[in-house]
């Protein structure tokens, strides 16, 4: 009786050790399967947008004529004061708030 259980504990160690390598080759499978999905997707990019893109960046460094930019500076400073001030209003309305936690 005692040999019919070690036999017995023996296959089912063998059958675990099976059911466990099978499961990792199943999972190398699918690891492979999804690298050559990405490989394939990296493949089909279309590099015309790339080119359009250089171009457009190379005719923005050879910005050459003189233009006065200084407007630009002036909303982008009337932005930020804006932005400052409803900075200053959200504060003053979570200070004057007793429930509100810090």
């Known amino acids: 009786m005692k040999n019919l259980k ?3 504990a023996g296959i089912a160690a063998l059958i675990a050790a099976v059911v466990a ?3 990792g080759f199943a999972k190398y499978g699918e690891l492979n399967e ?4 990405l490989e394939n ?6 590099l015309s947008i790339v080119a359009v893109l250089e171009e457009k ?4 460094e050879s910005h050459e004529h003189e233009v006065n930019h200084s407007h ?6 009337e932005k930020q004061i804006e932005l400052l001030q409803v900075q200053i209003e959200e504060i003053k309305v979570s200070t ?3 429930l509100a936690t810090n």
Do not use: C, E, F, Y
Request: proline share 3%; no cysteine.
């Open 6 to 8: 070690d036999q017995l």
């Open 21 to 23: 390598i099978g499961g």
């Open 34 to 37: 999804k690298i050559n999905v």
């Open 41 to 46: 997707a990296s493949k089909t990019v279309d």
């Open 57 to 60: 960046i190379a005719q923005l």
């Open 72 to 77: 630009t500076k002036i909303l982008v400073n």
């Open 96 to 98: 004057s708030n007793p």
